[in-house]
């Protein structure tokens, strides 16, 4: 988390300084950079969020919170709400889908990965699920921290869309 925050610090003294010399150009209109450049880490990543598809589209929800860093610090922000936890964060997915009918199946589209270092990434993309009866979809934003080699998600923020 501390080297996430002195980052964005770094990020932001040096948009700022950036801007006060005119030299933004083609930074400002891309957004966020890649601050480190390893197309390796960048699949891997990738290759974790399609792992979770596949696993939640199985109807296991094990599996899938297995991408997840199980610690007490692992944060989730969904609908309004914020759980701390593993432990919770599973038991939350657990009530809110309790059989494979409400999960339904899982897409996820639009992945932006920004690889902040080593062993920090930023993820941003959409999500839909498809069941029978409705198709809920929204945006998310993940930090995986690369721990033990693996890529884990340490925060998830996940909202829905209105339509």
């Not at 950079?33 to 939640?56: F, H, K, M, P, S």
Request: glycine share 10%.
């Amino acid at each position: 988390m501390r080297t996430i925050f002195i980052t964005l610090i770094a990020l932001l003294i040096g948009g700022a300084a950036g801007f006060q010399l005119g030299s933004f150009g083609p930074q400002l209109k891309s957004g966020l950079q890649d601050a480190y450049g390893n197309d390796i880490d960048r699949r891997e990543v990738r290759e974790t969020l399609q792992n979770q598809a596949r696993a939640w589209n199985r109807g296991d929800i094990d599996a899938f919170m297995q991408d997840y860093w199980q610690s007490d610090a692992l944060r989730f922000a969904s609908g309004g709400k914020i759980n701390t936890g593993w432990d919770a964060t599973i038991a939350g997915y657990k009530e809110r889908y309790p059989d494979k009918a409400a999960m339904g199946a899982l897409a996820f589209t639009d992945l932006d990965v920004k690889l902040l270092s080593e062993t920090d990434a930023l993820v941003f993309g959409h999500w839909r699920l498809t069941r029978e009866s409705d198709s809920p979809n929204g945006l998310f934003t993940l930090h995986f921290k690369k721990i033990g080699g693996d890529w884990k998600i340490v925060s998830d923020h996940t909202s829905s869309s209105a339509s």
